[in-house]
């Protein structure tokens, strides 16, 4: 008995042998002595690799408001129609301040139910009914947007909504090109310092890979319909300040020697 389990556990032992020389590839040498082990690395795993950042400070040219009409009304047909009017005026007082029907998209509408919990018969009632119409307004005249906002807060009345005003650039074609320059030139500076510290000569980039982005400026503060003062006569300041276009390199350079 012990000499046929002896046997077995030979046999297993060989098996387990054979199967570890049998992974042997040409790329790794798993079946050596841990002193003879050998990777070959992927090719682009290879050389130096650096991240450029090219950054451009520019003036927006372009503003969207995000604005609207919230309406509450105990019928859905009041509330409607209440909105309607009021959304009405206030598409004429964009129109009537240059602002092409091209750029003005509705961005959301609803009717919803307004509830409330009655604790007599401890159940939600309904109460009413909202109207909500929403649109996104592009202005291109920077300079007029403290009084196209004055004159969409007086169309709209109590019932108006300016959710955000989003600065950015309408064309940065222009600035990408100069971020670009700026991104390839701190990729080179930075791959070659590398190359320095290695004591290795610098190649040729191998692999280019490229990011952007334009950081949106959103000013604080939401209007919600408060009313305006009647001896207000000063526009309302909004400034668009500057914003950062932000472009990043990924290169990949060989190495000589």
């Known amino acids: 008995m012990k000499r046929n ?37 992927n090719s682009q795993q290879e050389g130096i690799w650096v991240t450029g950042q090219g950054k451009v400070a520019v003036v927006p040219d372009l503003a969207t408001l995000s604005l609207g009409i919230e309406a509450q009304e105990a019928t859905v047909a009041e509330a409607q129609a209440q909105a ?33 919990w009655d604790s007599d018969t401890e ?24 009084s196209i906002i004055d ?11 300016l959710d955000s005003i989003n600065f950015s650039v309408d064309d940065p074609s222009d600035y990408y090109e100069e971020a670009r320059q700026k991104a390839m030139a701190d990729a080179k500076a930075k791959a070659e310092q590398l190359a320095g510290l290695a004591g290795v000569t610098l190649g040729k980039p191998t692999c280019i890979s490229e990011g952007m982005q334009i950081p949106p400026v959103y000013p604080r503060g939401v209007y919600e319909g408060a009313p305006i003062p009647a001896e207000a006569a000063l526009t309302t300041p909004i400034s668009p300040g500057e914003t950062e276009l932000s472009l990043t390199i990924q290169v990949a350079y060989a190495i000589l020697d």
């Open 5 to 41: 389990i002896l046997l077995a556990a030979s046999l297993a032992l060989v098996i387990a042998m054979v199967g570890l020389c049998g992974c042997t590839t040409d790329s790794t040498s798993f079946g050596r002595l841990p002193s003879s082990l050998e990777v070959n690395l």
């Open 84 to 116: 309607a009017e009021a959304m009405d005026r206030v598409m004429t007082a964009l129109t009537d301040n240059d602002v092409e029907e091209k750029d003005i998209q509705t961005q959301y509408f609803s009717i919803r139910q307004v509830t409330k």
């Open 123 to 146: 159940e939600e009632i309904v109460v009413g009914y909202r109207v909500t119409n929403k649109v996104n307004a592009k202005i291109r005249e920077i300079d007029k947007i403290g």
């Open 151 to 161: 004159a969409v807060a007086e169309a709209g009345g109590d019932l108006t909504r």
